[in-house]
């Protein structure tokens, strides 16, 4: 286990629905991570929170909102899917300096992540 | 693009053997760091080596960084059957970590 939850584990939704993801982190981590792993592409950054403020938005369309209430806690809201955003959808957190601060070692802790199926 | 490039893509030997995966990257870095995925699964996070270091070990695991080369290796040791996995590099430049595509090893028993 790395400290890092997330659920569900698996989602299959239509194109139509609304559905979230949620995870938790209980390593009192700072700042946390959304990505997306496609068959054949590299892991894709899609939202960062850096102390509950978001601080990067990587040209993520806006079918996907995020939300991160506090530390420990990040949702992914999808609405409005369409098929090719079939994917692995991965969490991951780490103690980073606040914005604009220092360098970090920047070490990121991931969950098992949500494996979505859009029909 | 700040993103590391692993080599090969896939890797298959037999178990015992040792294995050997490459990184290669384009920018400056502050550190670059090895994760390892079982199959959908999450990444863990393997080992981190810092751009003023020449190579760090952990356990089985041993990497090297050359940055005149922009080149990192990570060499897995008397390889077992559950070290099947990808392993993925990721650069820590100026900006966030970046993965590179990883590379897909299976230990053959």
């Known amino acids: 286990e790395t400290g890092v939850t997330q659920t569900p584990r698996h989602l299959v939704m239509g194109m139509t629905n609304k559905k979230s993801l949620k995870c938790e982190q209980h390593?009192?981590?700072?700042?946390m991570y959304w990505y997306k792993q496609s068959a054949k592409k590299p892991l894709e950054l899609m939202f960062v929170y850096n102390f509950k403020e978001q601080t990067e938005n990587n040209s993520v369309p806006s079918r996907f909102s995020p939300e991160c209430p506090n530390s420990s806690h990040l949702f992914l809201h999808l609405h409005t899917l369409q098929p090719e955003d079939s994917a692995l959808y991965l969490c991951a957190s780490s103690q980073d300096p606040p914005s604009g601060g220092g360098r970090s070692t920047d070490t990121q802790y991931f969950g098992p992540g949500t494996r979505l199926t859009v029909l | 693009s700040q993103q590391g490039e692993e080599d090969p893509q896939a890797l298959s030997i037999q178990e015992g053997e040792n294995a050997t995966m490459n990184c290669s990257y384009k920018t400056s870095i502050n550190n670059l760091q090895w994760y390892r995925q079982n199959s959908g699964r999450g990444l863990v996070h393997l080992i981190l080596i810092r751009s003023n270091e020449r190579e760090k070990h952990s356990g089985r695991l041993r990497v090297t960084l050359d940055t005149s080369k922009k080149s990192s290796s990570l060499l897995i040791t008397a390889s077992r059957a559950a070290d099947t996995a990808s392993y993925f590099c990721?650069?820590?430049?100026?900006?966030?970590?970046?993965f590179g595509q990883g590379t897909r090893l299976t230990i053959n028993p």
């Open positions: 990721a650069i820590q430049g100026a900006q966030k970590l970046v």
């Open positions: 390593l009192g981590h700072n700042a």
